[in-house]
Every structure is written in structure tokens, then in C-alpha cells.
């Protein structure tokens, strides 16, 4: 009788310690199990319930709100004579980061393997800018503020995870994101070019629109890096707080 109330004992405890554990998981994670045929739809379900917190932040795992992304600098200084950049530009806001979509997934539980695509349907931003250039011979200088906005851009992602153990416990730390931006449509204002000169202003800038790509492939590196950074971050937030037979059944 006296093994039969340890067995009982030791049941109550184990089903309270499952229901502690399963409570301590918000509501907006949702839980896959990993013999699920269709794991990937359902982590993208979870992605997608997450992503709607993520521009005013989660407070409770630590996640500072996305909306607007912070770049503190981007440094271009490269190219040759007739095709120079050297630029600056500071104190960069970009909005609209958590209108994201993921238009597909593949998922190797087995060797923790995320391969996905993203929509970014438009990015506003805002920063300050010094910048001496050549595009096409025609050469842009100025200081001031520089905003504008993409729309219809698109990334393909690869993350790449392992596991991990912490005080006996498993737990899933990602690897930093590999991010390849796909250009859609840009439109950028610099102001106080050349010193302010209205006439050239508005060449200068018409210039760097009708050319906004030969731009967007010097600042493509820095933009790809702060978006890894802050989507591993979040990713981090998350799977290192929750052990991976929490996250994946």
C-alpha cells in the first residue's frame, strides 16, 4: 500500500509540475509537436500569432517593441573615381518591420533547420544623412535629413539552431539569421543638398531615385545585418526561456 500511495504521490506531482510548466507558456505561443505532418504550417500559425505582439513589445520574455527599428549608423566609403560613396548616415527609424508575411517554410527539426520567405509589403524610415557621392558622374553632396520609403520588398531566410543544456534542461539557441533582401520599389528625400540650393536639391534627388538601386545594393549589407540582428534576437527571447519539449510536443 505504501508503494501505491508513492506511485499516486509521485503521479500528483509529475501532473502538477506538467500543468505548471504548460501554464507558464503564454497563450500567443502556440505549441507544435513535432511528429506533426504539417509542423511547418504550424509553426508559421505561431510565427503569425506572435507577430502581431511584436511591434508594441513583449514585456514579460524581454522583447523591446519593433516598431520602429533602430539603426544606429551605416558607413559607406567605396567605389571608384566616377562611381564614389562616402556616406553617413545616422539615428535610422524604419517602420512597418512587423508587417511582415511569411510566404513559405520548410522546417529539419532533426538538424534544427528553418528556411523561409518573407514579405515585407513596405518599410518607412527616417534618419540623418552626410553624404558625398558619384552616380553616373552626377555628384550628390549634402547634410541633413534624409526619409523615404520601400514597398514590396521580400528576403529569403535561412536560420539554423542547435541544442542546448542549462541546468539540466534543453533548450533550442539560434544561430544569427541569413537574410538575402529582394529590392521592390524605393522612394528617398535627402534635403539641404548642396547646401540648400533648390534647383540642385531636386536634381540630386531625382537623380538618386531614377538610380535608387545602384543605392539600395551599397546599404543592402547594413540593412540585412539589422534585421538578422533584431528577428535572432526576438528568436533567442524565446527559445531560451522555454525548454525545446515545451516548445515542440
Same mark, same amino acid.
Given at each position: 500500500m505504501k508503494n501505491g500511495r508513492t506511485v499516486l504521490l509521485g503521479g500528483i506531482v509529475a501532473a502538477?509540475?506538467?500543468?505548471? #510548466?504548460?501554464? *507558464?507558456? /503564454?497563450?500567443?505561443? $502556440?505549441?507544435?509537436? %513535432? @511528429?506533426? /505532418?504539417?509542423?511547418? $504550417?504550424? #509553426?508559421?500559425?505561431?510565427?503569425? @500569432?506572435?507577430?502581431? %505582439? =511584436? *511591434?508594441?513589445?513583449?514585456?514579460? =520574455?524581454?522583447? /523591446?517593441p519593433i516598431e520602429p527599428l533602430v539603426i544606429k549608423q551605416i558607413k559607406l566609403k567605396r567605389g571608384p573615381r566616377g562611381a564614389r560613396i562616402d556616406a553617413v548616415m545616422s539615428n535610422i527609424k524604419v517602420w512597418g518591420c512587423s508587417d511582415f508575411r511569411i510566404l513559405e517554410l520548410e522546417t529539419d527539426l532533426v538538424k534544427n533547420i528553418y528556411d523561409f520567405k518573407l514579405h515585407l509589403p513596405h518599410l518607412n524610415f527616417l534618419g540623418k544623412y552626410s553624404m558625398d557621392m558619384n552616380i553616373l558622374f552626377f555628384r550628390i553632396n549634402g547634410t541633413g535629413d534624409m526619409y523615404g520609403n520601400f514597398t514590396d520588398y521580400r528576403a529569403v531566410v535561412r536560420m539554423t539552431g542547435s541544442k542546448v543544456t542549462r541546468d539540466g534542461n534543453v533548450y533550442l539557441k539560434m544561430d544569427k539569421m %541569413?537574410? $538575402?533582401?529582394?529590392?521592390?520599389? *524605393? $522612394?528617398? %528625400? =535627402?534635403t539641404n543638398l548642396f547646401n540648400g540650393d533648390p534647383i540642385l536639391g531636386a536634381t540630386a534627388n531625382q537623380v538618386l531615385n531614377d538610380n535608387s538601386r545602384l543605392f539600395l545594393e551599397e546599404i543592402r549589407p547594413a540593412l540585412e545585418g539589422a534585421l538578422s540582428d533584431l528577428f535572432t534576437d526576438i528568436s533567442n527571447k524565446i527559445t531560451l526561456r522555454f525548454t525545446y519539449d515545451e516548445l515542440f510536443l
Open positions: 502538477i509540475s506538467f500543468i505548471t #510548466i504548460q501554464a *507558464a507558456i /503564454p497563450e500567443y505561443i $502556440k505549441l507544435c509537436r %513535432k @511528429a506533426d /505532418p504539417l509542423v511547418a $504550417k504550424c #509553426i508559421n500559425n505561431s510565427i503569425e @500569432a506572435l507577430r502581431q %505582439k =511584436l *511591434a508594441v513589445g513583449i514585456d514579460e =520574455l524581454d522583447v /523591446p %541569413k537574410m $538575402k533582401l529582394e529590392f521592390g520599389g *524605393a $522612394k528617398i %528625400k =535627402l
